[in-house]
């Protein structure tokens, strides 16, 4: 399942797109129960790289050349936060950790 956050350019940095991907976040984990969230964003969308790591994603890495938009070939990078990583809930990682 893969969802995309797009916000009319008129409203471009009212923190609605902040908004809606914490939204989709918290359904995939506290309705869908998902393990793991990722994101692909080209390098060059510095808001959407922005909201990302907003919401405590790590960037895993770049997949070179991967996709052509645009008539152009782009880099994408791929971000991702496991359901411990949310919200600062290490809890059940440390509980792996300690047994
Ligand atoms: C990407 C998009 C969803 C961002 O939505 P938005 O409502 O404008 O973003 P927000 O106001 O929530 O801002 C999110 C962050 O990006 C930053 N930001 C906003 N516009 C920016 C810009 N033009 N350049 C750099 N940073 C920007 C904000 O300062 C904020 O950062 P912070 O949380 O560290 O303060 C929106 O621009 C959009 O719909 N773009 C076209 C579609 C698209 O690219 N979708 C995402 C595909 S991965």
């Not at 984990?29 to 405590?56: H, M, Q, W, Y």
Request: hydrophobic content about 40%; aromatic content about 8%; proline content about 2%.
């Amino acid at each position: 399942m893969s969802c995309i956050v797009t916000i009319g350019e008129p409203f471009w940095g009212r923190r609605l797109g902040s908004a809606a991907a914490a939204a989709a976040v918290e359904y995939g984990f506290e309705t869908l129960g998902l393990r793991k969230i990722c994101a692909s964003v080209l390098p060059s969308n510095d808001a959407s790289a922005r909201i990302c790591l907003g919401l405590g994603m790590r960037r895993e890495g770049r997949l070179r050349q991967h996709i052509e938009k645009w008539g152009e070939v782009h880099d994408l990078d791929l971000y991702g936060l496991l359901r411990d990583e949310w919200r600062g809930d290490d809890r059940a990682a440390d509980a792996a950790v300690t047994g």
